[in-house]
């Protein structure tokens, strides 16, 4: 790896990442309490949605910036398509390969925060409505989840498939869109980028003292809190099986390699294609995992959740980000 480019990675919260995973897997008792870790996770979805609305306010979102969207829209869509063939193939439960399918064509909100870090600290921009796509990606991942559980059911019904015992009834349509569009963490993504495009500059001026000039050390406490989980999870690995571990390592690679063909013939500047890559290529292991659990209760939660976030999330962490930023210097010349 580029040593330069080695050093912008190593930066205090990736090492805090690291860190906490050290300390679990020494037997530490270091633990950051649930109620922290919840503000965490809500700081970090606002300072990224004030920062991505006002970014917005200044630029607007021209065509550039709709066709960013609608190709990551479109891809959240497209991803758990072809996922979920590579997954039954292996899988005898159908309904884990559509909550893994999900899960895959939604995103990694915090993968996309310390990607964007990356680049900000090399002093590559990215266009606001990039949080606009990170925020639009989560429900149609959600919707491709209920139609492929929906194709399963259909088929149990008609004695073409295998037979799984459901653990409990699935919910309606209805409720379960609900559920996606009025996730906590989903709503304080929405309405963060709303108040920051609504206030512009002036709105930006007030918060940077709360979302830029402490965001550092935030990130680095939630990168720790991160790093506890992924190695608190490594337990369940056993559980998940070598092919599901080769799936949450190559499928981001592919999903890259997609994103980057995507990005270059689109013409999307340097920042958006490397960003656009990265939310293409990671996994949610938040929102879809709380919805799906719901959607889709015959799916076993510690294969997709377990994949998501102790497999694709500590990948694209240490790997991913400079793998993906050096596929896009390459071609874009940076």
Not at 52 to 74: C, F, H, N, Y
Not at 146 to 165: C, D, F, H
Request: charged share 10%; proline share 5%; net charge positive.
């Amino acid at each position: 790896m580029d040593a330069n480019l080695l050093t912008n990675l190593m930066t205090p919260p990736i090492l805090f990442f690291f860190f906490g995973v050290f300390v679990r897997l020494i037997g530490s008792n270091l633990e950051i309490p649930p109620a922290l870790t919840k503000f965490f996770s809500l700081y970090m979805l606002m300072a990224i949605g004030i920062k991505g609305g006002t970014a917005m306010a200044e630029s607007g979102l021209g065509q550039d910036g709709m066709i960013v969207i609608g190709s990551a829209v479109l891809m959240s869509m497209l991803v758990p398509l072809y996922s979920y063939p590579i997954l039954r193939i292996r899988l005898k439960n159908l309904y884990d390969a559509a909550a893994i399918a999900s899960c895959y064509g939604s995103v990694s909100a915090v993968t996309f925060i310390a990607a964007s870090s990356f680049i900000t600290k090399l002093g590559i921009d990215y266009g606001g409505y990039m949080v606009v796509s990170l925020v639009l990606m989560e429900s149609p991942a959600i919707v491709m989840a209920v139609l492929l559980a929906t194709t399963v059911r259909s088929k149990e019904v008609r004695g073409t498939s295998v037979q799984i015992q459901r653990k409990s009834p699935a919910l309606p349509m209805k409720k379960i869109l609900h559920e996606a569009f009025t996730d906590g963490t989903h709503l304080m993504l929405i309405g963060s980028l709303v108040i920051g495009a609504v206030t512009g500059i002036e709105g930006k001026k007030a918060m940077e003292p709360f979302t830029g000039g402490i965001f550092k050390g935030m990130l680095s406490f939630f990168l720790l809190d991160m790093g506890l989980s992924v190695a608190s999870r490594l337990r369940e690995m056993k559980d998940v099986g070598v092919f599901l571990v080769g799936f949450g390592v190559v499928m981001p690679i592919l999903n890259g390699v997609i994103a980057l063909s995507i990005a270059y013939f689109l013409g999307f500047g340097m920042g958006d294609a490397f960003l656009f890559i990265i939310l293409v290529a990671s996994a949610s292991y938040i929102a879809v995992p709380a919805v799906v659990r719901y959607a889709i209760p015959e799916a076993n939660p510690s294969l997709y959740f377990t994949m998501a976030l102790a497999v694709t999330f500590p990948f694209n962490i240490i790997i991913g980000i400079p793998l993906y930023y050096k596929m896009v210097s390459v071609i874009w010349g940076g």
